[in-house]
T-cell receptor, first 118, second 106 residues
Framework: GAVVSQHPSWVICKSGTSVKIECRSL??????MFWYRQFPKQSLMLMAT?????????EQGVEKDKFLINHASLTLSTLTVTSAHPEDSSFYIC??????????????FGEGSWLTVV | GENVEQHPSTLSVQEGDSAVIKCTYS??????FPWYKQELGKRPQLIID?????GEKKDQRIAVTLNKTAKHFSLHITETQPEDSAVYFC?????FGAGTRLTVKP
């Protein structure tokens, strides 16, 4: 099956700094990638959808200037949390689809990244 | 945008009984309905999915039904076992329901 790798798996940063999370598709070209945030005991909340080479589409209520998404290649998308605050502490997880596969809808998830802002 | 509702939020059953989790969605353009199982801090694990061209799909003890007209779909687990205890999420395309914590009592 398709493999999506996410890095780092956990990160601690100081309030006010920025942190970047990478999401890579290892054995397929990810035409579309998705970023989610999940607070403890809650569901995965879709933050944004990114297509390679174009600007990300953000969900309502998600600040695009705070959560910068770059999908510069077919195998890499990055999420940068800018000016992080303790309330940004969460589990961030990416996923990817490959529309060229027969099962074009199938979503492949990264391992997730725990962000703690102190 | 798509809105997915999932019920119940918690479900407790006796080992061997069946468990049913129900979801509704709002966007009639949705065509893909996966179900996931997730452990804390780990990626969601796909357990079964259904596409809009079928009404039912079964894989051993797990089955999913889809009613496109009514915009609802359900997960059915038969002969539940304690190891089925987990948090289950439905999704319509890429949007998730709120989740159901299933507990199977031995």
């Amino acid at each position: 099956g398709a493999v999506v790798s996410q890095h780092p798996s956990w990160v601690i940063c100081k309030s006010g700094t920025s942190v970047k999370i990478e999401c890579r598709s290892l054995d397929f070209q990810a035409t579309t990638m998705f970023w989610y945030r999940q607070f403890p005991k809650q569901s995965l909340m879709l933050m944004a959808t990114s297509n390679e080479g174009s600007k990300a589409t953000y969900e309502q209520g998600v600040e695009k200037d705070k959560f910068l998404i770059n999908h510069a290649s077919l195998t890499l998308s990055t999420l940068t949390v800018t000016s992080a605050h303790p309330e940004d502490s969460s589990f961030y997880i990416c996923s990817a689809t490959d529309a060229r596969r027969n099962s074009g809808n199938t979503i492949y998830f990264g391992e997730g990244s725990w962000l703690t802002v102190v | 945008g798509e809105n997915v509702e999932q019920h119940p939020s918690t479900l407790s059953v006796q080992e061997g009984d069946s468990a049913v989790i129900k979801c509704t969605y709002s966007d009639s353009a949705s065509n893909y309905f996966p179900w996931y199982k997730q452990e804390l801090g780990k990626r969601p694990q796909l357990i079964i999915d259904i596409r809009s061209n079928v009404g039912e799909k079964k894989d051993q003890r797990i089955a999913v039904t889809l009613n496109k007209t009514a915009k609802h779909f359900s997960l059915h687990i038969t002969e539940t076992q304690p190891e089925d205890s987990a948090v289950y999420f439905c999704a319509a395309e890429v949007r998730f329901g709120a989740g159901t914590r299933l507990t199977v009592k031995p």
